[in-house]
């Protein structure tokens, strides 16, 4: 027998212990003499006899009874939070349209998530980054690069299974300070909390701090970009949490790295784990910038346990990172975007496979957990962390050829729509096989061709970019979809 010898010994006395109370005493001379056997006893060997003479002496004294009940070993798991988390939702102008054509106000708007909500109903807090004012009083308009979404948004997103979004962003301020401040004030009438901003510049870096079944889980928020906005001058104000790259503040002020960590440490003393949510990065780049992994560490050194990056539009890996005090943690680089109008044109197999990066996404699962550990405590750890691959549905080339009348753009679970096409497809194919058995069987008529054509096309498009996110954020997250219940 190989290995400590510890070990062996408790295998050896556990395997045996299953026959235990059919052996009886005699049982317990027989494991110690298979104990000398397999061992020869040097220097502390004497200490494994021990061991496994007292394991085979508790085995011969259950002879004649049953085993009670099977001890659970520690940690015992006692309560959890669980979030959903989801990248950039873009009010781009088909957006808009999209949300139109599929109903009125809120209506429409939901509509957009109606594919994934069951996602954030799950959770007990769904999370997006809010990459957009809401200021209708305060307007300047939309335009390229510079949003406004309807308050019937933030309805939307609440009825959907949202409870927090990001205000720190470098679209936040694309209505100017006032209507910075209007979103903030619009967020609170829609009872959605926000991270990232502050009514004034002193609670600016004060975590929003969630709790459900007693465990209560800090989030604070920042961003790296401002698109050359700033902070109002009078620190009375609602201010952006702020924390620019070197010598790229565009002359704004902000904290700089030291400032950021000690903001994390004190965040952490208010709440039983901190989830970090991070506009940063580089746009339509597929991993971080260096300096953002190494940053991502000390922050996690600090007392975050999760790492929610947003703003490059593309997915970025999933990294699992162990702190030096034991702690497991875990960094999404980028979610990617969750709603938006970018790579609008792509086509599958036509065109280069990074054209659809901005269409990958993904809804990113964790929980904070309370453990246990009977004489050594409780604690609350990170655990149930999970990804679920996602598809920027965009008909556009449709529309363009007036194949369809109306604009739709939404998200999908990618392993949850393949399953449902390819039923579809099997029913097709049986036709196809029936028609092979028997001439005259009906064959597939010109509706079902064509319809055969689209089922393949479009399993083929979410196969591959199904192994192209993967590729991209690694697999030993991926996990299933929710089921949904069956239609009556």
Known sequence: MKGSGLVQAMDFAMRGGWRAGRLGAGFGARLVAGLRKHWRLATGGALLLAVAVVAATLLAGSHGRRLAAVVVPYPH???????????????????????????????GWGALFSDVSDVFKRADFGFVNLETPVAPAHSHGSKPFMFDAPIALLDALKANGIKIVSSANNH?????????AETRDHLRDEGLLFVGSGDTAGQAWQPVVVE????????????RWLNGS???????????????????????????EAGVLEAI????????LLVVSIHWGVEYAPAPRPEDVETAHKMLEAGAAVIVGHHPHVLQPVETYRTQDGRDAVIFYSLGNFLSNQSRTYVDGLMPDKNGDPRDSM??????????????????ELGHVGILPVWGENNRNELASSRAKAPVIHPVLIDREMPRLQARLDELNKIVELNKLNTAATPLTAEQ?????ELTTRLKLLD?????????????????????????
């Open 77 to 107: 798991e006692t309560a959890q939070v669980s979030f959903a988390v989801a990248g950039d939702v873009i009010p781009h102008e088909p957006v808009r349209a999209a949300a139109a054509a599929a109903g009125d106000g809120a209506e």
């Open 172 to 180: 936040v301020m694309d209505q100017g300070w006032a209507g910075f």
């Open 212 to 223: 459900a079944n007693g465990i209560r889980v800090g989030w604070l928020g920042m961003t």
């Open 230 to 256: 700033r902070n109002p001058d009078k620190d009375d104000q609602p201010h952006v949490n702020f924390f620019p790259y070197p010598g790229e503040s565009g002359g704004a002020a902000g904290l700089d």
């Open 265 to 272: 440490k004190q965040a952490r003393l208010k709440c039983d």
């Open 363 to 380: 809804i990113g699962l964790f929980s904070a957990v309370r453990k246990d550990y009977g004489p050594a405590g409780v604690r609350v």
């Open 449 to 453: 061709k064509k319809e055969f054509i």
């Open 464 to 488: 591959d970019r199904r192994k192209l996110l993967v590729a991209r954020t690694g697999d030993e997250y991926v996990t299933d979809p929710p089921k949904l219940a069956a239609k009556p």
